[in-house]
């Protein structure tokens, strides 16, 4: 089969594209080679037509209300499920497509591909999350959940093993997820293609700073991801808290929106840091550079618990892209991205963290050393220009009939 004629139907749930990065970049290198690929994902602010083709790639959206609680996520997941399946069925028609590329979270995306196996359509699974781990970091540990909590944990477990064991081959993000297919979703180890997340470098662009964002301050720390449950911004908080006791000349710049946003504005409000710490919420590409490109440091406060040490974290890779020495927690995937572009604070010590980023804003030539070693790092092995091969070489295998 030539490439002109191989049909990819890629389904999220997570984020809306184009903001979904990882989704993005997968859908648009696989058009630019030749697949037809038509995406379905959810609405969302700035993202709201419900069918559209951008950089050559179809995409249809549903409406999905936003979760909270764990009724409200089975509610999400139910209407997800409902939408997936009517809107392939329109694809399908439209386009048509040889694999369902289902990116998770959640991990019931395998049946929509089932109803189409019966028309040749194989499932291919994109771990992007490990949903156990995850539903743990939302609702406590498995040990500590009352009986219907547990029961919806174990559901996670059933869900990914089913997951693996419907799927044609997989795309994982990192050596600790390939373990996890290979234990928990019994997956043959050749059907593991590991697929980092790695940056654009056109998208992740340096240029000079903007000092007026830092407010008069001397220096700016800068946050990038999802203001969210798990991301740990009550520690970035802290740190700023027990620096600012010491010091007055540190900025924070927090860039990004998510569920928590408003909650953790309220908090910031309320423990005095107004004056030296900015929520921007969601913006545009030029907003998150101009923040980025001004911060002296970056910093990732996920916290440990056994989601954050085994996944892979885009905004690491993107602030090593933008040359920008790091402080986070020590997390194993972490640690294995940063490398020596960053220091590690004892995992879910907001004190210690402060400390690490003082330490930085006092040597400035270590702050250079650590930022040239990530930039190189991503430029010379784990920018989207180098990881998306696998991506390729994975559909290629699939094409060729390496998997039958």
């Not at 903001?19 to 648009?28: G, H, L």
């Not at 028309?119 to 539903?135: A, M, N, Q, S, T």
């Not at 027990?242 to 927090?254: E, L, P, Q, S, T």
Request: charged share 30%; proline share 4%; hydrophobic share 35%.
């Amino acid at each position: 089969m030539s490439e002109q004629n191989r049909k990819i139907l890629i389904i999220v749930e997570n984020l809306p594209v184009p903001f979904d990065t990882r989704v993005w970049q997968e859908a648009t290198t696989l058009a630019a080679n030749g697949y037809e690929v038509s995406v379905i994902c959810p609405k969302g602010k700035g993202a709201t037509a419900e069918m559209e083709e951008l950089e050559g790639v179809h995409i249809y959206r549903h409406d999905l209300p936003e979760a909270n609680g764990v009724v409200g996520y089975g509610r999400e997941y139910y209407g997800a499920l409902k939408a997936q399946r009517e809107l392939a069925e329109i694809v399908y028609r439209e386009h048509g497509f040889d694999v369902i590329h289902g990116c998770n979270p959640p991990d019931d995306i395998y049946m929509v591909a089932k109803k189409f196996k019966s028309r040749g359509v194989d499932y291919v699974f994109d771990h992007h999350d490990i949903c156990p781990e995850l539903f743990e970091a939302k609702f406590g540990k498995k040990e500590e959940l009352g009986l219907v909590k547990k029961m919806l944990y174990k559901s996670q477990t059933y869900l990914e093993k089913k997951t693996y064991q419907n799927a044609k081959f997989a795309f994982v993000t990192n050596e600790s997820y390939r373990s996890i297919a290979i234990e928990r979703g019994g997956m043959d180890p050749n059907r593991i293609i590991v697929l980092r997340s790695g940056p654009k470098l056109e998208r992740m662009r340096i240029q000079p700073s903007d000092e007026s964002i830092k407010r008069g301050k001397k220096y700016m720390v800068g946050y990038l991801g999802v203001i969210g449950q798990q991301e740990g911004i009550e520690y970035l908080l802290e740190a700023a808290k027990i620096i600012k006791k010491a010091r007055n000349d540190v900025f924070w710049g927090i860039v990004g929106g998510g569920p928590h946003l408003d909650a953790l504005r309220k908090m910031s409000s309320d423990m005095g840091l107004d004056d030296c710490v900015e929520f921007t919420g969601r913006g545009s590409d030029e907003d998150l550079l101009r923040y980025l490109n001004t911060a002296d440091i970056c910093v990732n406060s996920d916290e440990f618990n056994p989601m954050n040490d085994k996944s892979t974290m885009n905004k690491i890779l993107e602030y090593m892209a933008l040359a920008k020495p790091i402080v986070q927690f020590d997390l194993t995937e972490g640690r294995f991205s940063a490398q020596d572009a960053s220091l590690y604070a004892e995992p879910n010590n907001p004190a210690n963290m402060a400390e690490k980023v003082v330490e930085l804003l006092e040597d400035p030539e270590r702050r250079k050393t650590m930022g040239e070693y990530g930039r190189n790092r991503v430029v010379n092995e784990l920018s989207w220009g180098h990881t998306s091969q696998a991506l390729l070489d994975g559909y290629e295998r699939y094409f060729a009939g390496e998997f039958d």
